[in-house]
């Protein structure tokens, strides 16, 4: 059976506690907060009872708007790391793509930490502390802060502990794996999936 496909304005039946009846509903768009209180889906289309206004009802067209807003970029990874990491990082992103914009680099190290959580990179290549330079303690450092989703918080988080390493540790890790891919072998198949993420913006 195709499901039906509702518009604002529609009207439908549900049961209601607060009027303790079977009410009349009629489909708007709403904010409707999320049960555990952690932010809100906005502008969901849902059932409203007609007597008492509340929302009653959540149809199935709702959930994809629901799911974004759920994973919505709350959280951050933050790091501090040796200048060098940084220019090898920005290297690799005008290799890809010299016209890539500022906010590639963010995405490159993502795409890289997500295809670690996937398996789709072997993780034993960065599980060892295996520093690209050595570097005086006095060198600069540049902070590294970036907005991300809260699946992709979670990718972060777990190939650290599976990394067995320091946040610090493993993203200079992922950075050398960067640069082995990107800069040194010039892998084909990640550039050229690189390339596009670069090119959509
Ligand atoms: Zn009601």
Redesign the pocket.
Known sequence: MTQRFLLEGHKGKAI?E??A?I?STTYRYRDVPFSDGKGLASGILVGV?D????V?SIPAQSTPKIKRDRNIATQSIEAVLPAPYLDILDLACFSIDPNASTDFRKKLLLFYIHKFALGKFDVENISEPNPLFSLDHDISKRRLSMKVSKSLAEDFTKMVSVSKLSKTDFLKNVVGEIKRQVIDDRNKDVLEELRTIAYLG
């Open positions: 209601c607060k009027c009846n009410c009872c007597t008492c206004n509340t009653l």
